[in-house]
């Protein structure tokens, strides 16, 4: 079956540390991935987006993920993390021969001063 | 641009009632989405279309029904609603999806309450 799986429900960092938000997918055909994030009472905003090519995407606010096809994974990243990251982070895939977008259960970041 | 736009941003339903939750865009995207949200289970996609006239199951359609005779509307109907239909419902379009997928852009969201 046909699964995103974020394995960090909660994560909690230092303002300043480096932040890795962990995102694993099951799909048998060629995946495009997305991160989106989502702060309190807003909809999703899309962070960065992996169609082909270089498997190291850069994306807005600092952001970087890696595309891993021999570990299924698409690990977000930020050197440096700031007060205003904290929200709710959701990994995406879809599927070249499919059609709907899929999402992970999420992982909200805390920050701490 | 005004983008996606849902309404309500709020409604209180007893069970049993029915409603329409409404969305629109103006960016003459192909692709619109219709999503759930609930507590530590990320979105769940209730129904997709592809264009005008097409739509399609997600993962969690029972309870739902759409339709999609414009590109811009995209309106989800619950005909009896129930405690399980409790969440926030989010709104999503894209200009294409499955192969050559460009981003979702995704409305502010319809916060139900079933009672």
């Known amino acids: 079956a046909q699964s995103v799986t974020q394995p960090d429900i909660h994560i909690t960092v230092s303002e300043g540390a480096s932040l890795e938000l962990r995102c694993n997918y099951s799909?048998?055909?060629?995946?495009?991935l997305f991160w989106y994030v989502q702060s309190p009472g807003q909809g999703l905003q899309l962070l960065l987006k992996y169609f082909s090519g270089d498997t190291l995407v850069q994306g807005i606010k600092g952001f970087e993920a890696e595309f891993k096809r021999s570990q299924s994974s698409f690990n977000l990243r930020k050197p440096s993390v700031h007060w205003s990251d904290a929200a709710e982070y959701f990994c995406a895939v879809v599927t070249y021969n499919n059609n709907d977008m899929r999402f992970g259960a999420g992982t909200r970041l805390t920050v701490k001063p | 641009n005004a983008g996606v736009t849902q309404t309500p941003k709020f409604r209180i339903l007893k069970i049993g009632q029915s409603m329409t939750l409404q969305c629109t865009q103006d960016m003459n995207h192909n692709y619109m989405y219709w999503y759930r949200q609930d507590p530590g289970m990320g979105l769940k996609l209730i129904y997709y279309s592809v264009g005008a006239g097409i739509t399609d199951k997600g993962e969690v359609p029972n309870g739902y029904n759409v339709s999609r005779s414009t590109t811009e509307d995209f309106p989800l109907r619950l005909e009896l609603a129930a405690p399980s239909q409790t969440s926030v419902y989010f709104c999503?379009?894209?200009?294409?999806?499955?192969?050559?997928?460009?981003?979702?852009?995704f409305g502010q969201g319809t916060r139900l309450t079933v009672v």
């Open positions: 999503a379009s894209s200009y294409l999806g499955g192969a050559g997928s460009t981003e979702a852009f």
């Open positions: 799909y048998g055909a060629t995946p495009y």
